[in-house]
C-alpha cells in the first residue's frame, strides 16, 4: 500500500505537467540508457513461516520505444542483472538471488509545449531469476509474470535528446524453493526508479 500511494502521488504529478502540442510522431523512435533501482515493498511474504525481506537492488538499464502512432509508443525495458540479499525475520541474512526484469509497456506521451513532456504506461513484467546461494540450502525462485504500471517525464535538452526520471511498480511475486520443498512466496512488488538518457531517431 505504501508503494501503491506513492506511485498515484508521482503519476498525479505527471498529470500537472501536461499541457498542449506535438510530442512524439508516428514512426518515431527512441533509445534511453541510464541507472535504475529496485525497492521491494517493506512486507515481502511469508518464507519458511518467517517474514522474509529482499534488500534494494541497482543496475545499467536500457529502454527502446517506437512510436506506433502520434503520442503513442510501444516500450521494452531491459536491464543488466539486479543482485539482491534475501533476509528472515528469526534467520537473518539467509543469502542472495540476482534477477532480470525485461517490461514490455504501451505509453501516452502528453503534448506539451514545454522542455518538460510527461507520460504514463501500463504493461506486462517478466521476471526471471537466477544466481540464488543460501546457507540454508539449495535456493530457488520461480520465474514471474505481472503487470507494471508507471509514470515519467523527459526534459528536452536539444530536439532529439532529454534527460528521463521515470517511476514504475512491478507486480512480482515468486514461490519460493528451499532443498526441493516449497516455502513459500516472495511477494516483491517493488518500486523501480530510473534516470536515463535519451536519443530520438
Known amino acids: 500500500m505504501k508503494h501503491t500511494s506513492r506511485f498515484v502521488i508521482a503519476a498525479c504529478a505527471v498529470l500537472a505537467l501536461a499541457g498542449g502540442a506535438a510530442a ?20 515481502n511474504g511469508t518464507v519458511a513461516s518467517q517474514t522474509a525481506d529482499v534488500d534494494d537492488g541497482y543496475a545499467l538499464t536500457i529502454t527502446g520505444e517506437y ?26 541474512d539467509i543469502g542472495s538471488v540476482k534477477h532480470l526484469p525485461p517490461t514490455l ?6 503534448p506539451t509545449d514545454s522542455a518538460w513532456k510527461p507520460y504514463l504506461g501500463i504493461g506486462v513484467n517478466y521476471t526471471t531469476f537466477s544466481d540464488e546461494s543460501s546457507r540454508l540450502g539449495d535456493l530457488e525462485l ?7 504500471v508507471q509514470a515519467g517525464v523527459d526534459y528536452a535538452i536539444s530536439d ?13 511475486d515468486s514461490d519460493v524453493t528451499l532443498n526441493g520443498a516449497n516455502v513459500g512466496t516472495a511477494e516483491i512488488d517493488p518500486i523501480v526508479l530510473n534516470f536515463a538518457y535519451v536519443r530520438r531517431f
Open 24 to 43: 512524439q510522431s508516428k514512426g518515431d523512435w527512441t533509445l534511453g540508457v541510464g541507472l535504475g533501482g529496485v525497492f521491494p515493498d517493506s512486507d
Open 67 to 92: 512510436f506506433f502512432a502520434d503520442n503513442w509508443g510501444i516500450e521494452l525495458l531491459a536491464a543488466t542483472q539486479f543482485k539482491h540479499d534475501v533476509s528472515l525475520s528469526t534467520s537473518g
Open 105 to 110: 509497456s504501451v505509453n501516452y506521451h502528453f
Open 142 to 148: 520461480d520465474d514471474s509474470w505481472g503487470v507494471a
Open 160 to 172: 532529439r535528446d532529454a534527460f528521463r526520471a521515470n517511476i514504475r511498480w512491478i507486480d512480482i
